[in-house]
């Protein structure tokens, strides 16, 4: 079983800037970001492929959000800038397990949750 603890978010302005970490009790195969806004299905956003592939992105957060990952401190983060306010919603760092490797946007491929994290974008 593998932890997944995360920090950051808050609160910020539109067009500010914000960034998650995810630290990871064990290794994941793929891992990602996922978010879910009030009455939305969560919702892809981010991912590094478990075989060192590009990493992924959702269409809506595409050149301003940047997903990276530190291996010495077994880290993700996910640094969010030029923030709309669409982008408002519950963070959910997720990992993969070998079973759901093919398939690193999909939500029900990730065999572990972390506890979300809040960021809200105020005009």
């Known amino acids: 079983q593998v932890q997944l603890v995360q920090s950051g978010g808050g609160l910020v302005q539109a067009g500010g800037s914000l960034r998650l970490s995810c630290a990871a009790s064990?290794?994941?195969?793929?891992i990602g970001w996922f978010r879910q806004a009030p009455g939305k299905e969560r919702e892809f956003v981010s991912a590094?492929?478990?075989?060192?592939?590009?990493?992924l992105y959702a269409d809506s957060v595409k050149g301003r959000f940047t997903m990276s990952r530190d291996n010495a401190k077994n880290t993700v983060y996910l640094q969010m800038n030029s923030l709309k306010l669409e982008d408002t919603a519950v963070y959910y760092c997720?990992?993969?397990?070998?079973?759901?490797?093919?398939?690193?946007?999909?939500?029900?491929?990730?065999?572990?949750w972390g506890q979300g994290t809040q960021v809200t974008v105020s005009s």
């Open positions: 997720a990992g993969g397990d070998v079973r759901g490797r093919l398939y690193p946007k999909n939500r029900d491929e990730y065999a572990y």
């Open positions: 064990g290794r994941t195969w793929n």
């Open positions: 590094i492929p478990w075989n060192g592939g590009s990493t």
